[in-house]
């Protein structure tokens, strides 16, 4: 157990919907980073928050948006849903930056129908 | 910038064989560098990692990895291979130049480990 949690486990949506997905870091982490994984496209950083700013973005889309809370949880918001973003969505903490180990959780799955 | 190249996608063993799973990084600067695996239907978790202390870096289960700067590779061994190994490793690196909270890691595609009885 990383001590990171994600929720829901499993989601599966309809086209054109709106989801939430939910992130609680370990205990003293202040980075949360989100990242997507998908057959075609493999492993991809979308947005890095730290200590409730956003720190770095990757390839993440504009339907997409994120936010870290006063209380370092955080959730990633994916609207307009295609059935493109069908993908495992993992939540990961670390303590600040860089050479600090990155935990991850176990993964949000979203199967857009 | 940087760059991480798995060089197999797949690679089958057998069981109690040794195990290799190659990985090569291009930084221009000092980086750290993470092997992390992942089992299926599971997150991904940590096996070792490298962040500029000794060379050859044990990790998890019974696997590590040696840093060779020259060969600008940080491959992933394992004596002696068992079925529970059977997953998907990934191959991570890491700018520590970075400060402020930043921590971009880039993947590398990924190994897929197959294990045979």
């Known amino acids: 157990d990383s001590g990171v949690t994600q929720t829901p486990k499993h989601l599966i949506t309809a086209t054109g919907q709106r989801v939430t997905l939910r992130c609680s870091p370990r205990?003293?982490?202040?980075?949360v980073y989100w990242y997507q994984q998908s057959l075609d496209q493999g492993l991809q950083f979308l947005i890095q928050?730290?200590?409730?700013?956003?720190?770095a973005k990757g390839n993440i889309l504009e339907r997409f948006s994120a936010q870290q809370f006063p209380d370092l949880h955080s959730e990633l918001n994916l609207s307009s849903l295609e059935l493109g973003d069908s993908a495992l969505y993992f939540c990961a903490s670390s303590v600040e930056g860089t050479g600090n180990t990155i935990y991850f959780g176990e993964g949000s799955w979203l199967t857009v129908v | 910038a940087q760059s991480v190249t798995q060089l197999d996608s797949h690679v089958s063993v057998s069981e109690g064989t040794p195990v290799l799973l190659r990985c090569n990084y291009s930084?221009?600067?000092?980086?750290?560098l993470f092997w992390y695996v992942q089992h299926p239907n599971k997150g991904l978790q940590l096996l070792l990692k490298y962040t500029s202390a000794a060379t050859l870096v044990k990790g998890i289960n019974g696997f590590e990895a040696e840093f060779k700067k020259s060969e600008t590779s940080f491959h992933l061994t394992k004596p002696s291979a068992h079925m529970s190994d059977a997953a998907e490793y990934f191959c991570v690196v890491s700018d520590r130049r970075l400060s402020g909270g930043y921590n971009k890691l880039i993947f590398g595609a990924g190994t897929r480990l197959a294990v045979h009885p």
């Open positions: 928050y730290y200590n409730g700013e956003e720190r």
């Open positions: 930084s221009s600067y000092s980086p750290s």
């Open positions: 205990s003293g982490d202040l980075s």
